[in-house]
C-alpha cells in the first residue's frame, strides 16, 4: 500500500467503547470491488475486515489494517432465477436476496412493501444484515433459532480474492446452471461448510450478499405484565417444553437481580413479555398502535440518559429502585402492530449503553433457572464489596438450537442473559466480568457481538463449542493467507493461519 494511500482516520463504535485508526476506510459499491480490496490487502501484507453499523460493543469490528464499512453494499437484489433449482426453498418460504451491508430497518422496509416479513428479530433494527448473521443476533421464541438460520444461500469473498458461494447441501442453487454463469467462483453446497460460514465472526471473508427464507406480511399482538421469579420459575421449569414457551411465540422475561425481600430470591420482580400472530382483522381493530408515549418520550429526551448516570452515580443504592420502576413503566395490556415493529423494543433502543449478552443451556439439570439465581447471588456480592450496582433490567430470551457451529445456540436450544450497563455505570464493567465468569460455570457461551472477557490462552472457546474443530477446518480454508485475522480473533484465538504473502 502506497504511503498514498494510508488515511488513518478514526472509527469508533456507537457507544464509543472501541475504537481504532485502521489504515484506511474503503466504501465498495461491488462485489469486484470487494475482491479487489482483499487482493491488495494480500499484496501489501496488511489485513482487511468488514465494519456494519458499529452496534457491537466488542472488538470484533477492530482491524489494524483495511476496514471495510457497509454503506455502498445497502441494495436488493434480483434472485437469478435461472440458478435456482426447481422447487427452491420450502413451500411456506419466499426467497429474498439482498447486500450485506444493508439494515434490518431497510430490509424490513423492502419486505413491508411486498407483503413480506421476517419470521423473526431481535429487539433492535440498525445492524446490518452481515453483523447480525456472523454473530448470531437473535429474537425470542423457542421455535426460532438465531437469525443466521434464515439464511439459505451466502456469496462471500474470501482469500485471494476468490468468491464463494456456500450453502446447505440441499441449498436453492442449480449448481450445473451456476458454474455456467459463474465459472471463475466457486459453489459450495456442504453442511459443514455452511455450518462453519454462516456465524463466521468476520473471520471467513467479506460477505456481498446473502439470500434468506421470508414470510408473507403478519401482525403480533404484544403483551407486557409484572410477576415475580417464583411465578416466572415455576413457569419455566420444564425447559423448552414449558407451556409459556411452546403455547406463546414469542416470550420472554426482565427481571431486576434485587429481590424485593432481601435474600428471598423468589421476590424477584419480574416483566413478562407474551407476543402472537393476530389476523388482519383483529389488527384493523385494534387502535392501540403504540406502547408507553410517555416512556417513549422519555427515552428519547436528551436529559434522560444524564440524568440516569448522574443519579446512579451519586446514589448507587437508588439503582435498584430505578429498575423496578423502569419495568413497571413498561407494562402494557394491548400493543398490535406489525410483526416488526413489535419485535423491536423501541426508544430504549436510543438511551446509551453496553451489554455482555450470555448462552446458557435449557435443559434437565436447569442451569437456565440456576443461572438466574447466581445472577442474582452475584449482584449482592458485588454491591457489598464495591458498592457496583446494575443499572438496567437483565433480559432473557429464548432460542432454538442450531446447527452453526459457532453460534451460541449451537446444539442446544438457550436462554439468552443479556446484562445491560447504562453507559457510565461506575463498576459496570467489573460487575459484567463477575457475572459473565459465573455464567460460564453453568454452561454459558458469550454473544461475540457483546462485552466479554475470553481469550485463546484459557482454551475456552474450544471447550465451548462442540464444532470448533470443523469452523477451523474451513476458516484454514476461506482465511489461508490470514487476511483476516484481526485483534479480535487473535484475542480469543480464532486466528490460526499466518499471513504467507
Not at 480490496?37 to 469490528?61: F, L, N, Q
Not at 453507559?423 to 459484567?432: F, R, W
Request: with cysteine; aromatic share 8%; net charge negative.
Amino acid at each position: 500500500m502506497s504511503a498514498k494511500a494510508i488515511e488513518r482516520k478514526r472509527w469508533r463504535n456507537d457507544t464509543g467503547n472501541q475504537r481504532i485508526y485502521p489504515l484506511c476506510q474503503k466504501t465498495p459499491t461491488t462485489l469486484a470491488q470487494l475482491c479487489e480490496i482483499v487482493r491488495e490487502a494480500e499484496d501489501d501484507g496488511v489485513t482487511v475486515r468488514a465494519v456494519g453499523s458499529g452496534h457491537s460493543w466488542s472488538d470484533v469490528a477492530l482491524t489494524e489494517g483495511i476496514l471495510v464499512r457497509p454503506d455502498g453494499l445497502r441494495k436488493p437484489l434480483e434472485i437469478a432465477e435461472a440458478s435456482l433449482q426447481t422447487g427452491a426453498g420450502a413451500p411456506e418460504e419466499t426467497l429474498v436476496q439482498v447486500q450485506a451491508g444493508m439494515t434490518i430497518a431497510e430490509l424490513n422496509a423492502y419486505l413491508q412493501a411486498r407483503e413480506l416479513a421476517l419470521p423473526n428479530m431481535g429487539g433492535f433494527d440498525g445492524q446490518t444484515v452481515a453483523g447480525v448473521i456472523s454473530t448470531s443476533t437473535h429474537g425470542s421464541g423457542i421455535a426460532f433459532g438465531p437469525l443466521s438460520d434464515l439464511v439459505r444461500s451466502l456469496e462471500m469473498v474470501a482469500a485471494r480474492g476468490t468468491v464463494y458461494r456456500i450453502e446447505p447441501s440441499d441449498g436453492p442453487t442449480d449448481a450445473a446452471a451456476y458454474r455456467a454463469a459463474h465459472p471463475d467462483d466457486r459453489l459450495v453446497q456442504d453442511d459443514d461448510w455452511f455450518d462453519a460460514a454462516v456465524v463466521g465472526i468476520g473471520c471467513m471473508g467479506l460477505i456481498y450478499s446473502v439470500i434468506l427464507a421470508v414470510r408473507p406480511l403478519f401482525y403480533l399482538r404484544e403483551i407486557r405484565a409484572m410477576s415475580t421469579w417464583a411465578q416466572v420459575r415455576e413457569d419455566l421449569a420444564l425447559g423448552s417444553d414449558s407451556p409459556v414457551l411452546t403455547e406463546n411465540v414469542h416470550y420472554e422475561v426482565l427481571f431486576s437481580p434485587y429481590p424485593r425481600v432481601k435474600g428471598k430470591v423468589e421476590t424477584v420482580e419480574c416483566l413478562v413479555t407474551t407476543r402472537n400472530p393476530v389476523s388482519p382483522p383483529e389488527y384493523r381493530r385494534d387502535h392501540r398502535r403504540s406502547r408507553s408515549l410517555l416512556m417513549e418520550l422519555a427515552a428519547r429526551f436528551p436529559l434522560t440518559p444524564v440524568l440516569i448516570d448522574w443519579a446512579a452515580r451519586l446514589w448507587p443504592k437508588l439503582c435498584p429502585w430505578m429498575i423496578t420502576q423502569a419495568m413497571k413503566a413498561l407494562v402494557n395490556d394491548d400493543y398490535v402492530n406489525i410483526s416488526y415493529r413489535v419485535l423491536n423494543i423501541g426508544a430504549a433502543n436510543y438511551l446509551p449503553a453496553y451489554s455482555a449478552e450470555i448462552g446458557v443451556p435449557i435443559d434437565a439439570r436447569h442451569h437456565h433457572l440456576q443461572a438466574v439465581e447466581r445472577i442474582v447471588e452475584v449482584a449482592e456480592e458485588r454491591a457489598k464489596l464495591g458498592d457496583a450496582y446494575h443499572s438496567s433490567p437483565i433480559s432473557l430470551r429464548f432460542v432454538k438450537a442450531t446447527g452453526a457451529h459457532l453460534s451460541m445456540m449451537q446444539g442446544r436450544d438457550t436462554m439468552m442473559i443479556e446484562l445491560i450497563m447504562a453507559k457510565h455505570t461506575v463498576g459496570g464493567m467489573e460487575l459484567l466480568d463477575a457475572q459473565e465468569q459465573a455464567l460460564y460455570r453453568l454452561g454459558g457461551r458469550p454473544h461475540w457481538g457483546q462485552v466479554n472477557t475470553l481469550t485463546g490462552s484459557n482454551g475456552l472457546v474450544a471447550s465451548m463449542y462442540p464444532r470448533y474443530a470443523d469452523w477451523q477446518r474451513v476458516h484454514e480454508q476461506l482465511n489461508e493467507s490470514g487476511v483476516f485475522d484481526s485483534p479480535f480473533s487473535k484475542r480469543v484465538g480464532l486466528s490460526s493461519a499466518k499471513f504467507d504473502g
